[in-house]
């Protein structure tokens, strides 16, 4: 298994505020997803970043997968409580079918 | 439409028993998982099955068993429940061609007394 560390482990800030959360791993991913969960239901995919140095932006939200497809970011622009959930990264193993490694998740609170 | 369903949402059983949970996706998708996630919301796999072939994750227990019975379905049967069986339990689908864009159903809270 390649482990994904994702930073920070929880977050509680102010609607309005700017965040970044990060997940990180000494391992190649030939890709890489973020997801939302919110409690009571499944994670939804928010994106999927391939190429190293890739940005891709969803609304006030931006990924970034580093040059290394080892690391990846999400930075969310004017937080709002909608915002709030569960953000889990996950890494595509080279050569392994179909086969995930998902981070422990950052518990994210945006509070009005 | 639901893409992913599962029932039942919530399970309650003694030690011992045999349960089932059941996957159902509309998305046309060939690939189906089972994942488990932890009090910690870990989310591991435990099974993916494609084709009629199915990939195990070594660490499962032969206790838990995946069934498909099409290309829509996979349940997850479980054989003499554990206490550390207790967690949530998230059937998932991809197409062949996004395999790691996978689609997630609501979950199944799992509680073993």
Redesign the interface.
């Known amino acids: 298994t390649q482990l994904l560390e994702q930073s920070p482990q929880f977050l509680s800030i102010q609607e309005g505020e700017n965040l970044t959360v990060y997940c990180n791993s000494s391992s190649v991913f030939s890709s890489l997803q973020w997801y939302r969960q919110e409690p009571g239901e499944g994670p939804v995919l928010l994106v999927t970043v391939v190429t190293g140095g890739e940005v891709k932006k969803l609304k006030r939200l931006t990924f970034q997968f580093g040059d290394a497809r080892k690391d990846s970011s999400l930075h969310i622009t004017a937080a709002q409580p909608g915002d709030t959930g569960l953000y889990l990264c996950a890494g595509a193993v080279p050569n392994s079918g179909y086969e995930l490694n998902f981070g422990k998740g950052t518990s994210l609170l945006v509070t009005p | 439409d639901t893409a992913?369903s599962q029932t039942p949402k919530y399970l309650v059983t003694q030690m011992g028993n045999d349960k089932s949970i059941k996957c159902e996706q509309n998305l046309g998708h060939d690939?189906m998982?089972w994942y488990k996630q932890d009090s910690?919301?870990?989310?591991?796999?435990m099974f993916?099955y494609?084709n009629k072939e199915l990939?195990i994750n070594e660490t499962v227990p032969n206790r838990f068993s995946p069934k498909s019975p099409d290309k829509a379905h996979l349940n997850l049967h479980i054989n003499s429940l554990e206490l550390g069986d207790s967690a949530v339990y998230?059937c998932?689908s991809?197409s062949w061609d996004?395999?790691?864009?996978?689609?997630?159903?609501?979950?199944t809270r799992l509680t073993v007394t």
């Open positions: 992913v690939t998982y910690k919301k870990f989310l591991k796999i993916s494609n990939i998230f998932a991809s996004r395999p790691y864009e996978q689609y997630f159903g609501p979950g």
